[in-house]
């Protein structure tokens, strides 16, 4: 044991000697979230018998302070509200796409190591059910690519909801039946 101390003791002070102290570590770079407003913020949607609307839209891009450099790509986020407006139709929903056009009317792609900005209604959506009946509401938070493109000032004009549902008949029946209660006499044991 006296041994293993002694040589150990003589390795720090020879490292120490020829110079191999710890370098000054270089700082680590800083990365903000770089925010951009989506204006309007809220927007009301329609598709078919599907009616609701878009809440908290913003844009987020995670930078490298100083340089400039994206760490993260820009992503968009909001709360999907979404109701079955119909009164006899329930619906599935199946999913849903954002699309973005640019001001000359032309979709802007998203880039190709990235994600389409599909909407999936997930086990949280509607209390773990993708169905919506009648009058029923559901909401979900959205986190979706948004292309780098379209950062640029005043090249995006508007954001498209394509939403993917199954409609199916809803209806709510009353069936009465006819019965009776003896003869008015209680029966005895």
């Known amino acids: 044991m006296r041994r293993a101390i002694s040589v150990a003791t003589i390795a720090a002070v020879a490292a120490a ?8 570590s270089t700082p680590a770079a800083v990365i903000e979230d770089k925010i951009y407003a989506v204006s309007p913020d809220q927007v009301m949607v329609k598709a078919g018998i599907v009616t609701g609307e878009v809440t908290e839209m913003k844009v987020t891009e995670r930078v490298e ?8 790509p820009a992503k968009l986020t909001g709360k999907l509200k979404l109701t079955n407006s119909s009164t006899d139709q329930t619906v599935r929903m199946l999913g849903g796409k954002l699309i973005y056009i640019d001001d000359q009317g032309q979709v802007i792609k998203i880039e190709q190591a990235r994600t389409e900005p599909a909407i999936k209604f997930t086990a949280s959506y509607n209390n773990g059910a993708d ?6 509401d559901a909401t979900q938070a959205v986190e979706v ?3 780098a493109e379209a950062l640029k000032a005043k090249k995006l004009k508007e954001i498209r909801l394509e939403l993917a549902y199954i409609p199916s008949a809803y209806k709510m029946q009353t069936a ?9 006499t209680a029966a005895k044991k």
């Open 17 to 24: 000697g020829f110079g191999c102290a710890q370098k000054p």
């Open 65 to 72: 302070q100083g340089s400039g450099r994206v760490d993260s």
């Open 131 to 136: 169905r919506l009946d009648p009058g029923q």
């Open 145 to 147: 690519d948004f292309p």
């Open 176 to 184: 009465n039946f006819s019965v009776s209660i003896g003869d008015g």
